[in-house]
Structure formats: C-alpha cells, structure tokens
C-alpha cells in the first residue's frame, strides 16, 4: 500500500512550457486535493475532486487545470508556465466526506524559470 | 473556519514531553479541532482531532478546555524524528470541498 504518490518529484520549467502532474492513490479514496505550497507559507487548495469524472476550483485555480479520469489518479496541468507558479505542489487524498482525514503526497517541487 | 493562533516556535529535550498549545476563542459549536504536523520536505501528516472531548492515539494527545476556546497537542514522549512544523486547524467536518487551511503553525524543535 503506497498511499498517495506524485510524478515528477522536481521539475525545472521555461516560461511559457506546459506540463502535466501526476497524483495516484491506492486506498480507493473519493476525494482528492491538488495544494500549493510557497516558501514560508501554508497550503493552498488549487483543485479538488469529489470523484471519478468530477472538479471543482479552489482558492487558486487560475493557470491550472485538472482532470480525474481515473479513480485512483488526479492530474494537474500548466498550460503555460509562469515564474509566479514556482513553488511546491502536494497531492492529499481522503476517503468520504465523512472521513476528514487528509493523506498527502510527498510533493513536487516545480521551478518555474 | 475560526481562526487559530499558536505560538511561532518551541523547543523541547528529547524524551520529554511537548505541549503545544492552541487559541481558537472563535470556534462555533460544530467545528472540530484538528492537528497535522509537517516535517521538513516532506507532504503534512494528520495527527490527531477532536470536538470536545479528550482524545489520544498512537501519536498524540489532544487536551481540549471546557470551554473550547483553546486546546494543547501533548506528543508524550518526543522524539528528534518529531521536529516539524505543527498546525492547528479548526473546521466544520462533513465538507468535501473544505479545504485544509494552515496558518503559521509552530516550529518544534526537538533536542537532543
């Protein structure tokens, strides 16, 4: 049981380049969370997911977007790069509304040239 | 979700215990308070929560007062694996789309 996983672990990016990552999770949970975190700070929600097929915007979405094609799998895309979107992203992921407890991923650290 | 507000940093010897205390004088009777922790580099680890009783578990003990107007993280017996950032946060439960808000937290150092 791995728990949540995240693909790349660090990236170097070019302004304007796009990229895609990649959240998995093994506990079959419903609700998954795309965060950032900026040097110093908390975490903020980017995206989330109620399920299979379903997002919904957070507090940052702009410059992102997502899908949850799969279950176990929710990915979050930069179309175009931007220096401001340099920082550390955390997937988490929790089982049922009823079920608060969030299980976060190890992060990726995007670097936004 | 109310509005916490913990102390920016602790020190505590390793094998004794840490408390770390919380002001939350503004929650509202159906929110919870919750602890997660973040080690250096790494993603935020759940701890511990509670509505108004006293919990414990493998990790941690949460006092919280009467009055629910603050609460203390007790880790029994700290370690030098334990030194990370804690945060209290305190939220309604049952909200999907609610997300986790951290604040400052407090930085636990833990000595040897």
Redesign the interface.
Known sequence: NAG?TQTPKFRVLKTGQSMTLLCAQDMNHE?M?W?RQDPGM????IH?S?GEGTT?K??VPDGYNVSRLKKQNFLLGLESAAPSQTSVY?C?SRET??Q????????TRLLVL | DAKTTQPPSMDCAEGRAANLPCNHSTISGNE?V?WYRQIH??????II?GLKNNETNEMASLIITEDRKSSTLILPHATLRDTAVY?CIV?V?????N???????TRLMVKP
Not at chain 1, 42 to 45: D, F, K, Q
Not at chain 1, 100 to 107: D, H, R
Not at chain 2, 41 to 46: H, L
């Open positions: 949540v609700y969370y965060y908390g975490l903020r929600l989330y109620v919904a957070g507090e955390f988490a509304v009823n608060e407890t969030q299980y976060f991923g190890p992060g | 919870y919750y580099s790494q993603g935020p680890q759940y929560h945060y939220r439960q049952n909200n999907a789309g997300m986790l808000t951290f604040g400052g937290g």
